[in-house]
């Protein structure tokens, strides 16, 4: 099968020895038609050669991976030829056709090749050693032949003659065995003297306490009756506890959203705390929020500006 194809590939390197030859020019005689017509039958020819080395190169496919075989070498070549040729789209998809077909069987025999495996001849091997101690090709069968072992090993003294080096060890000396502890905890034992026993709750401890926000909110309602109408600050500040101060604004926004005092704007955009009555429809028509913002530094400065130095709200 591979003489037929090299048979084969001798015929196309006879038919592409005009290949790699230049083109003739054409006489400025010569018509059009005839120019078309010769680039057509050119091509033509160039597509049969490219699926006939196509052809051949599938039907070798399983001499050319193997070793020794230079059929995709000599595939390569005429490719090479052939491609100096291609003007084309139509060639260069055959000729691409072509270099992925090379290209794998390259990739299988290049995975098949065993690099360094070459047989080893005991008996070539044994008869240059006699050679080379100085013994003909027959003289080894005869008893009376004498070797020069010397040459040989002054030959072997060669790699052999160094001081030993130093070289890390294949394991330690001595290996110690650890046998494994087993610690077992003990269990824990508890002391009855060292236990607490919870505080009995009676029924009485349980009863709700007495809320002190009704109570206070009260009392700053009879507080305003008494004093109003009179400035916000005024009545709200505690000049002796600012958390006072603050718990008096909170007590009193129960009184100004259940409509029992109000506040107005007075003189210079003060503002008025006053008590009234209370009325659901007019709190619901007239009823607004605001949200007040207060500090240590603010409250400082209120009890500085107003000169404050008791508080209206006794202090609880």
């Avoid at 619901?284 to 929020?289: A, G, I, V």
């Avoid at 500085?304 to 006794?314: K, Q, R, V, Y």
Wanted: glycine share 4%; net charge neutral.
């Amino acid at each position: 099968m591979v003489s037929d194809c090299y048979k084969e590939m001798r015929i196309f390197e006879s038919l592409d020895s005009g290949i790699s030859q230049p083109r003739k020019h054409l006489s400025s005689k010569s018509t059009n038609q005839d120019c078309y017509s010769e680039d057509v039958n050119s091509r033509l020819v160039l597509r049969q050669k490219y699926r006939k080395l196509i052809r051949i190169t599938d039907e070798n496919r399983l001499d050319y991976i193997k070793a020794g075989n230079h059929g995709l070498a000599k595939t390569v070549k005429i490719a090479d030829m052939l491609f100096q040729k291609v003007k084309r789209p139509q060639e260069a998809a055959l000729d691409s056709q072509l270099l992925v077909q090379t290209v794998d069987l390259a990739s299988m025999k290049a995975k098949r090749l065993k690099l360094g495996d070459m047989l080893f001849d005991m008996d070539i091997y044994i008869g240059n050693l006699f050679l080379f101690m100085g013994c003909s090709k027959d003289c080894h069968t005869s008893s009376s032949s004498e070797l020069n072992w010397m040459r040989i090993g002054k030959l072997a003294l060669l790699c052999s003659k160094r001081p030993p080096t130093i070289s890390f060890m294949l394991g330690p000396l001595s290996v110690e065995r650890k046998e494994r502890r087993i610690v077992r905890q003990e269990r824990f034992q508890k002391n009855k003297e060292d236990l607490v026993k919870p505080d009995e709750v009676k029924g009485e401890e349980t009863l709700p306490q007495n809320n002190t926000t009704p109570k206070n909110v009260m009392n700053i309602d009879n507080l305003l009756k008494c004093h109003s109408p009179i400035g916000l600050f005024e009545f709200v500040i505690n000049p002796e506890s600012f958390c006072q101060t603050v718990e008096n604004i909170f007590y009193l926004s129960f009184l100004i959203r259940e409509g029992k005092a109000n506040l107005i704007k007075g003189d210079n955009d003060m503002l008025i705390l006053q008590s009234k009555d209370f009325s659901e429809e007019l709190c619901e028509e007239n009823k607004k929020q605001i949200v007040m913002y207060i500090d240590m530094e603010i409250w400082r400065d209120i009890i500085e500006a107003l000169d404050i130095t008791e508080s209206i709200i006794p202090t609880r």
